[in-house]
């Protein structure tokens, strides 16, 4: 197993888990206030809240390593870009509200920078390994 160490990359990692966690709470904790606002049901909210937690502690422990290995990290990576098409893939099957349709679109756009971050910091992370193996 190739593995690699980078302080940049386990921050992004962090702020990554940071950011989960956070949602995840406020969508277990506000799911029925959070519906009433978006027109997105209970339930979604609720479950999309309750798989952030993990998520989030994956994120942090592989950011906590200290030597993330090239799968743990892509593992981050194809997630957050599954959590991007799983929110759009929402369109199909929910009808939001304006403000619904605003908050699906932020919080996949703010995945999809930190999945851009990450594989950045894995792209410069893995390049310097090898210019330097």
């Known amino acids: 197993m190739t593995t690699y ?5 386990a921050r992004i990692l962090n702020l990554d888990a ?3 966690a956070a949602m995840g709470m406020l969508l277990l ?3 029925g206030p959070i519906a009433g606002i978006t027109a997105i049901p209970v339930m979604v909210l609720f479950w999309a809240g309750a798989l952030l937690i993990p998520i989030a502690v994956y ?5 906590r390593a200290g030597t993330a290995s090239a799968l743990a990290v892509w593992l981050v990576i194809l997630g957050n870009l599954g959590w991007i098409a ?5 369109f199909g099957l929910i009808a939001p509200n304006g403000t619904g349709t605003a908050l699906i679109l932020a919080q996949a756009l703010v995945v999809g920078v ?13 390049s310097r390994n090898h210019t330097t193996a």
């Open 18 to 20: 940071a950011t989960c």
């Open 5 to 9: 160490n980078s302080r940049g990359l």
């Open 29 to 31: 904790l506000a799911a």
């Open 86 to 90: 799983a929110s759009l893939a929402l």
């Open 114 to 126: 930190l999945a851009w971050l990450e594989y950045r910091a894995w792209r410069d992370v893995s």
């Open 59 to 63: 994120m942090a422990l592989v950011a």
